[in-house]
C-alpha cells in the first residue's frame, strides 16, 4: 500500500490550504483514513480522519476550521484548512488504517507552514 500526498506551503495567519492524499494497492474495505500532524519538538497528533464508513474523528484544536472529505470508492482523502494559526505549523503525514488490523500505512509528510 502506498500513499501519496499533496498540498501544503506556506501561507499567513487566517488564510487557507489544502491537502490532498490518495492511496494505491491492496486494501480493506472497512479502513480508517485521514491525517495526523507532527509540530518540532513534539509528537505525532491526530488531526482528522474518516473511516469508510463515514464516521469523522478530529481533534478539538481543529473543530470548526478544518474539514474532511472522502472518496472512499478511490481510497482517497481530502484536508480544507480554513482560518489557519501559527499553531497548525507541522508536518502533516496521511494515514490509512486497516479495521481488521491487517495494516497502518504512512504517507511521506508535507510540511505546513503558518506564518506572517
Known amino acids: 500500500v502506498q500513499l501519496q500526498a499533496s498540498g501544503g506551503g506556506l501561507v499567513q495567519p487566517g488564510g487557507s490550504l489544502r491537502l490532498s492524499c490518495a492511496a494505491s494497492?491492496?486494501?480493506?474495505?472497512?479502513?480508517?483514513m485521514g491525517w495526523y500532524r507532527q509540530a518540532p519538538g513534539k509528537q505525532r497528533e491526530l488531526v482528522i480522519t474518516?473511516?469508510?464508513?463515514?464516521?469523522?474523528n478530529f481533534a478539538y484544536s481543529v473543530k470548526g476550521r478544518f474539514t474532511i472529505s472522502r472518496d472512499s470508492g478511490k481510497n482517497a482523502v481530502s484536508l480544507q484548512m480554513n482560518n489557519l494559526k501559527p499553531e497548525d505549523t507541522a508536518v502533516y503525514y496521511c494515514?490509512?488504517?486497516?479495521?481488521?488490523?491487517?495494516?497502518?500505512?504512512w504517507g511521506q509528510g508535507t510540511l505546513v507552514t503558518v506564518s506572517s
Open positions: 474518516m473511516t469508510s464508513g463515514g464516521r469523522a
Open positions: 494515514n490509512l488504517r486497516e479495521l481488521d488490523g491487517s495494516g497502518n500505512y
Open positions: 494497492g491492496s486494501i480493506s474495505t472497512i479502513n480508517d
